[in-house]
Nanobody, 130 residues
Framework: QLRLVESGGGLVQPGGSLRLSCAGS????????MGWFRQAPGKDREGLAA????????IYADSVKGRFTISKDNDKNTMYLQMNSLKVEDTAVYYC???????????????????????WGQGTQVTVSA
C-alpha cells in the first residue's frame, strides 16, 4: 500500500510557475512508477507525465511537453511536477498516482494509462488566472 498526498497548488497568473509535490508513505516508494494527472470541470482525467521507479525514464503528454518537468526523489519519498509558462487552460485539479513495478536493471518506458495506476492522491487545485 502507498498513500499519496499532493501539495503546492494555488492561484498563479498566466506565464507563471508552480511546483507540485507528492509525498508518499508506505513501503518501497522506490519500486513504484508514478505519474501526474489532472481533471478540469466537465472533462476527463488527463495524463500529463509519468516517471519510472528510479526516476531515470520519463514521458510527457504533448499538452505539457517543454513546459512541465516531472522528477522523483526516492530518498525523500517525494515526486515533483515543475510547471512553467502556465496557461489558463492548465486550470484543473492535479492528482499524483503510482503503481508498484518492482526494480528493473533496464526500466521500461513509463506509460500514461490511467488504469495502470493503483494508488491516487486526493488532488490539489491549480488555478491560472489574471
Amino acid at each position: 500500500q502507498l498513500r499519496l498526498v499532493e501539495s503546492g497548488g494555488g492561484l498563479v497568473q498566466p506565464g507563471g510557475s508552480l511546483r507540485l509535490s507528492c509525498a508518499g508513505s508506505g513501503r518501497n516508494f522506490d519500486a513504484h512508477y508514478m505519474g501526474w494527472f489532472r481533471q478540469a470541470p466537465g472533462k476527463d482525467r488527463e495524463g500529463l507525465a509519468a516517471i519510472s521507479s528510479s526516476g531515470a525514464a520519463t514521458i510527457y503528454a504533448d499538452s505539457v511537453k517543454g513546459r512541465f518537468t516531472i522528477s522523483k526523489d526516492n530518498d525523500k519519498n517525494t515526486m515533483y511536477l515543475q510547471m512553467n509558462s502556465l496557461k489558463v487552460e492548465d486550470t484543473a485539479v492535479y492528482y499524483c498516482a503510482a503503481y508498484y513495478s518492482g526494480r528493473y536493471s533496464i526500466e521500461p518506458t513509463p506509460v500514461l494509462v490511467r488504469d495502470e495506476f493503483d494508488y491516487w492522491g486526493q488532488g490539489t487545485q491549480v488555478t491560472v488566472s489574471a
